[in-house]
């Protein structure tokens, strides 16, 4: 190849014509990040929410309301309309807390139509009898939680933009409503918070089989940037403003917690990890441990109840236990993965045979 121009640059470092391309390629690519960040952050700084709560009511319904007061920690759970019996173990669980040290919490639940009327029925009377309901227009699918996860974000800005702190949680996930509200409490940054466990490279699925099906025109990059696995994640208030902004240059078609991932990005906001979220692991359960982490992914409901019983009661933990506890936690839940696994294994060895 042609050696190209060199130039001259003091203290006698060279660099040849591609490597200036290079780098002054990723500084323009810098500067439009930038500009477009300050561009989405300036214009959700300055949302007009008038407009948006009249135009709220053509995308989704909703029993839940929002106090006028501020909301300490508000928790939205993304749940598929059939499962009333778990949205009623969460609210008689994890999801009946309404405070914590003195801070009010509110906990509501995002669906969307179902696809058989009795179902949909059952799902207006349970709205009508617990006013905790987001739902939307759109029948829920696999292909539509993306949307229901941007419904959720515009009920949030728009009915509910004194919540300080917005959880988004999946319906499988258990909350330590305490110890995550603690660990708020602590903080003295307030603003630009996208907390959970962040999912470095993911891959966009390729295969038009799949529900979560993306195609190269709709994301055409290798890997999805980091962004906070969607069983359970945090934002402020801002973040989700920002988002939502963000969002109308985004596609639907993306997975929904790699398109917040995405709009986070875009509004100049990083992912940031904490190990005491579970991501999509089901943590072996300790009264201490469940005390300590966030969340814990893939419970049963009997588990939920349990869990929530013995960790809001009961004495607090010392920090020898509660080290000990996450050890113990840990090498279970290690264990119990890799039983997982082999059972896995052994169903698809059969399988083979079988067929």
């Given at each position: ?116 009327a009795s179902t949909q029925l059952q799902i207006n009377e349970e709205a009508q009898k617990h006013r905790d309901i987001i739902e939307g227009s759109f029948i829920d699918s696999p292909r539509t939680q993306t949307q229901k996860m ?31 509200a603690g660990y708020l409490l602590s903080l003295t940054q307030l603003e630009d918070i996208y907390l959970g466990r962040v999912v470095h490279h993911g891959v966009p699925d390729r295969d038009p089989q799949s529900p979560a099906f ?142």
């Amino acid at each position: 190849s042609a050696p190209g121009i060199i130039f001259p640059l003091p203290g006698q470092v060279r660099l040849r014509t591609h490597q200036w391309c290079f780098i002054l390629s990723n500084v323009l690519l810098f500067h439009v990040l930038l500009f477009g960040a300050l561009e989405i952050r300036e214009r959700a700084r300055k949302l007009d929410l008038d407009p948006l709560k009249a135009n709220l009511s053509y995308s989704s319904s909703s029993t839940a309301t929002c106090p006028d007061q501020e909301i300490f920690l508000l928790i939205v759970v993304c749940s598929s309309p059939e499962n009333r019996t778990r949205r009623d173990v969460i609210r008689q669980s994890w999801g009946n807390t309404t405070g914590s040290g003195g801070y009010s919490i509110l906990t509501v639940f995002a669906v969307g139509k179902a696809a058989a009327a009795s179902t949909q029925l059952q799902i207006n009377e349970e709205a009508q009898k617990h006013r905790d309901i987001i739902e939307g227009s759109f029948i829920d699918s696999p292909r539509t939680q993306t949307q229901k996860m941007l419904m959720s974000v515009e009920w949030t800005v728009t009915s509910c933009p004194r919540a300080r702190f917005i959880l988004h949680a999946a319906q499988d996930v258990f909350v330590a409503v305490p110890s995550l509200a603690g660990y708020l409490l602590s903080l003295t940054q307030l603003e630009d918070i996208y907390l959970g466990r962040v999912v470095h490279h993911g891959v966009p699925d390729r295969d038009p089989q799949s529900p979560a099906f993306v195609p190269t025109h709709q994301y055409p990059e290798q890997f999805y940037p980091d962004f906070c696995h969607g069983s359970a994640f945090l934002m402020s208030q801002d973040v989700a403003r920002k988002v939502y902004v963000a969002a109308r240059e985004v596609p639907l078609a993306l997975p929904p917690a790699a398109f917040v991932g995405i709009c986070a990005r875009r509004a100049g906001i990083t992912a940031r990890h904490s190990s005491r979220f579970a991501g999509e692991k089901h943590i072996s359960y300790n009264r201490c441990c469940y005390k300590f982490i966030f969340t814990s992914a893939d419970m049963a409901e009997d588990e939920l109840v349990q869990g929530w019983k013995e960790t809001s009661d009961g004495e607090d933990c010392s920090l020898l236990e509660t080290y000990y506890s996450l050890v113990s936690c840990k090498v279970l839940t290690y264990i119990d993965n890799f039983k997982q696994f082999n059972l896995d294994r052994i169903k698809n060895e059969l399988l083979h045979f079988v067929n």
